[in-house]
């Protein structure tokens, strides 16, 4: 839909009348502010095909934001970013998008192309669930921890805060005790819940502890948030991974969600973030290292 096409009456302008009416209304912005964001918000439009935004989405938002990328300034890029922002947010308080999708209009700096936490890649994730010895009970352990983390992306100190009877088994939640004292339920996968189960079956030592996780050596306590650490890096140094932190257990969760089209805001409910802005780190990621990323959940970590 070019410029040309739009007719003052037409579905888009209406639209982007409505949006220079709250940014000199509502915002105070500048004529020559308000032509700029105009002006990227109709290419915008334009190469959506239309001004119905009821199926958009925050991955459709940011891969339009790394589409300018290639092609553009930093200076360029920052500015249609910067309008796409505003244009979402005005979207959402005029009630024509359900939710706010601002934050996926991601900020780019120009000194980096891709600043995604980086996760680990799918070769990496089955070589580190195949160091885990399942045979033996701390590889049970092992095993259930590494899955946990990179199914839920789970923080090492959550993981190693967690309870028995943070297990629902006949509803299939988890409930995790994150940072600041913040308590959170989540769906517990099958695979996850299975190699939990494992666990507490085989490999779990009797002990009057209550966390999930405990010590193979006596007395068997519970694990701390070093120990946890320690079990993502000893099975990386057996997998002759070299140094792999278990952050990047949470990064590779992200990325999976990110990968398979879930929404920014999903994603932070899962990683539990207190604000948009730390989710929207996962997507400042040019559209070749996502494809890199892209892969299904290791074979193995479901027998």
Known sequence: MSRSSMTASSPGEV?????VGYL?????VAALTVDACVSDVRRFLAHRG????GDLTAAEVS?????????RSPASVRRYGCALRSFLRYCHLAGLIESDLSAAALPVSGRRRSLLPQ???DEQARALLRACDRRRAAGRRDYAVIVLMLRLGLRAGEVAALRLDDLDWRAGLITVHGKGGRVDQLPLPADVGEAIAGYLRRGRPRTASREVFVRVVAPPAGL?????TNIVAGA???ARLGTLRAHR?????ACDMLRAGAPLAEIGQVLRHRSAASTAAYARVDVERLRMIARPWPSGARS
């Open 50 to 53: 239309g001004s119905d935004l």
């Open 224 to 228: 701390t948030r070093s120990g946890v």
């Open 236 to 238: 990386a140094r057996r």
């Open 119 to 121: 996760g680990i890649s």
């Open 15 to 19: 639209l982007l009348a409505g949006f």
């Open 249 to 253: 257990l949470r990064h590779t969760a």
């Open 63 to 71: 891969k339009a934001v790394l589409g300018e990328v290639a092609g």
């Open 24 to 28: 000199r209304g509502e915002r105070g």
